[in-house]
């Protein structure tokens, strides 16, 4: 079916097998006030109570050294035990720890047939013809600048169903449960959330939200390794990466729990990555077959700045204690990612099930090692370029003692303790439990030091406002130190003139942040306070005083405390940069991008307004580009083509229309693959955390510290292809304000096609340009 309705048949027949799989599976939804969780009576807890089991650190992926030489013996993805199962697990954890085979080409591999073809044809129908490989084939999705960024390291996983973890992944810690707080008699030596066993393993650790909670099943969670702990890409500038991911989900797509699509395509969040490795909603890839990502891994820049590599603050580290410089910007440095499914119309149900994981990025600047070439120690000499945020010294780089990722996510499940999801709300999903690392209201313990959170806002719909706070209800103070992943100009202070608390988070937001413990003694608990109410999934209602939060007077079970930390004694000497030396008028992190007003003035201005006009009531979410009409998501359309090199100012506001008052509705609005600075919102100069800031979301809306429209301006370097741009509030985009941009070659008219996976194979369709 060679035309646009073989999507538009894709995407019809999943949403009604879905539907379907819910109306026989899920809770059945009560009247309720305020909606949350939404569509479904409260989570119970099986006589779970709050701060009662650990926290989970999450597990690496582990780095590999791509392998030079092809076994064309090697065994292939195991096959799935039936239309309703993926592989058995322990065959599955046999092949993941085998050196990766095929090797990774240039276009996608076509050569091979998926591995389950003869199952597929036993569930589905007969295969002519499939491909080992779901990218699309030929030029069009080939790996851009292959030779020139040839994957130097990889990690091979499989999404797959919840089961028990084997311990897989173990030996590719970078700690290897040997050294610093993951060392014998270390915080972090027991990876069990139950404190069990003799630690320095995750082997046992069962797909749960508490230990007194029931095992998820294996469609109600479909995960990196089908296991927990959630999972974490360790990567560094200059050593470009190759992340294959297989498909080991059921065939029959029925087979999910009431939600969910068992095809996949993953987004890295907001790497400055090519078209075909970004991620795009309907490159997606079927059970049984892989898709290789390569992300490069450079300064964006690369192309123009700093050719002859004299930046010492453009360099990465080389292992033994010093760097390697690499060309490319400095000031477009990056540090905290995550990367997650984004499948057509089903990104919500994807991530919510459990397809992400963090990421974070090592560079001289930002080394994961806080005692070598301290910048605090001498921050004139070229030599000390390295930050020193909080995380330790017993490796050269990438050390996680004091260096923290915080996954936080609300989720809901039924009476039986099963993952639940409301498919047919298209305001926004609210789940009533708080999790944190995949556990629901865990305790963490922390040494009396300094230490960097890497928090990241992973729900479907919910905003938070976290304030940090002692058991007697006294703020903590803090500093933010980074913003979207990207280290500010200078750390600023919490509390401060415009905010007590952390700014409001959006959906997919990162917010980095050092907190000091020393002067709290061994014992001594603290706690993340969420502030931030709903009664629906439109925007927060309100915030609530702190007292309150604490003191239990609200709706929403999603605030208040969340997560405890334990202070712990520490023998050690704190060798980690202090914040406060970095504050406005001190020492600088790391500057912003150069951008000189005639640049802003000349360059192309483009308008994007997020609202439901011209919306259905099953897709009632559009965008308007350029003062056109409200439009739902096509793939085909192409609704901006900036060139390659060019620098633009967008223009983001939230829509008035005669549906709703503009007031009604929040959007944290992302925009793939660059970095922007926020120029102002409202008309007015950014607020402390962004006005130093590089960001990839951006809240608009009525809610505190948003702001109903603001401009951005971007450049576009180094890659071309396709992109997207939506609102991360991704029920909102999955109904549909999502669409799709373009970087062009200069001059370039003709666009590139766009992908139509079937089980056969990827057919190509024409893309076009909206005429407004």
């Known amino acids: 079916m060679n035309s646009r309705r073989a999507l538009t048949r894709n995407r019809l ?48 992926f582990g780095r590999q050294t791509v392998p030079t030489v092809d076994n064309p013996n090697a065994p292939r993805l195991p096959q799935a035990g039936g239309c309703d199962r993926g592989p058995d697990g322990q065959q599955l954890d046999q092949f993941l720890a085998q050196p990766m085979s095929p090797l990774p080409q240039r276009e996608a591999n076509t050569a091979y047939p998926n591995p389950w073809a003869a199952r597929i044809g036993q569930c589905v129908r007969p295969l002519a013809t499939s491909a080992i490989e779901g990218r699309p084939p030929g030029e069009f999705f080939a790996h851009q600048r292959w030779s020139e960024f040839l994957p130097a390291v990889y990690a091979q996983t499989a999404t797959a169903g919840a089961r028990k973890n084997s311990g897989l992944r173990d030996a590719y810690q970078r700690h290897q449960y040997s050294v610093g707080e993951f060392g014998p008699g270390g915080l972090y030596h027991n990876a069990m959330p139950d404190n069990s066993g003799p630690g320095g393993t995750t082997n046992s650790i069962e797909i749960r939200f508490h230990p007194k909670m029931p095992v998820q099943g294996p469609n109600a969670l479909w995960t990196f390794d089908g296991t927990f702990p959630p999972k974490l890409m360790i990567a560094r500038y200059g050593e470009p990466v190759l992340f294959r991911q297989y498909n080991a989900l059921p065939i029959d797509p029925a087979v999910n729990g009431g939600f969910g699509a068992h095809t996949l395509t993953t987004h890295h969040h907001n790497g400055h990555n090519p ?31 700093n050719l002859d590599r004299s930046e010492p603050h453009a360099a990465t580290p080389d292992g033994q204690g010093g760097t390697v410089r690499i060309p490319g910007a400095w000031r477009e440095v990056m540090s905290t990612h995550w990367f997650h499914d984004h499948m057509l119309d089903f990104t919500a149900q994807n991530v919510y099930k459990g397809s992400a994981a963090m990421m974070n990025i090592y560079s001289a600047v930002d080394r994961g090692n806080e005692t070598i070439g301290c910048n605090y120690a001498a921050p004139n000499n070229p030599n000390n370029v390295n930050l020193c945020l909080p995380s330790g010294s017993a490796l050269d780089w990438g050390n996680r ?78 500093h933010m130190v980074a913003n979207d992943g990207n280290i500010m100009e200078h750390a600023v202070a919490f509390p401060n003139a415009q905010s007590q608390d952390l700014p409001t988070q959006g959906i997919a937001e990162r917010y980095d942040i050092v907190v000091d413990f020393k002067n709290y003694a061994p014992g001594t608990k603290i706690y993340f306070v969420n502030l931030a109410e709903h009664d629906d999934g439109r925007r927060p209602k309100k915030l609530i005083a702190l007292k309150d939060a604490l003191s239990s007077k609200f709706d929403d079970p999603a605030v208040g405390k969340f997560l405890e930390l334990r202070v712990a004694a520490y023998s050690g000497v704190d060798r980690s940069m202090n914040p406060a030396d970095y504050v406005k008028g001190k020492l600088t992190m790391v500057p912003l991008p150069e951008i000189t007003p005639q640049e802003i003035a000349a360059a192309r201005k483009r308008t994007f307004e997020f609202g ?112 997207m741009e939506h609102c991360h509030n991704t029920q909102h985009e999955d109904r549909s304000m999502l669409l799709r941009w373009d970087i062009n070659k200069p001059g370039q008219l003709v666009y590139i096609p766009t992908p139509v996976p079937e089980w056969e194979g990827v057919l190509y369709e024409a893309s076009f340009v909206p005429k407004n």
């Open 275 to 305: 078209g075909e490795s970004d991620g795009f909603t309907s490159a997606y890839f079927f059970p049984g077959q892989y898709y290789d990502y390569r992300w490069p891994m450079l300064l964006a820049g690369y192309d123009r700045i």
């Open 13 to 60: 027949l999943m949403s009604a097998t879905f539907a379907a799989g819910l109306l026989v599976s899920g809770p059945g939804a009560l009247a309720r006030g305020s909606d949350v969780p939404t569509g479904a009576g409260p989570s119970p807890l099986f006589g779970a109570t709050p701060f009662t089991t650990r926290m989970l650190l999450l597990e690496e």
């Open 612 to 723: 439901r006009s011209n919306g259905t009531d099953n897709q009632p979410w559009t965008i308007k580009t350029d003062g056109g009409r409200g439009l739902n998501m096509d793939p085909h359309r192409v609704s901006a083509a900036p060139s390659e090199g060019s620098l633009e100012v967008w223009t983001i506001k939230n829509t008035v229309d005669a549906k709703e008052p503009i007031a009604g509705w929040d959007h944290p609005v992302h925009i793939h693959f660059e970095e922007g600075r926020i120029l102002n919102r409202d008309g007015k100069a950014p607020p402390l955390w962004e006005e130093g800031a590089r960001k990839d979301v951006y809240r608009i809306g009525g809610f505190v510290d948003a702001g109903q429209s603001l401009q951005v301006a971007l450049r576009f370097r180094e890659f071309m292809g396709t992109y």
């Open 401 to 478: 003692d004091y260096d923290v990722n915080l996954m936080i996510a609300d989720k809901a499940w039924d009476k039986k303790g099963q993952l639940y999801f409301n498919i047919f709300n298209t305001d926004g999903f609210l789940g009533d439990r708080v999790t944190v690392n995949g556990q629901w209201m865990p305790y963490f313990d922390v040494r009396a030091r300094r230490y960097r959170f890497r928090i990241l806002n992973a729900s479907v719909s919910r905003y938070y406002k976290i304030a940090i706070v002692t058991a007697a209800g006294v703020r903590v103070p803090f």
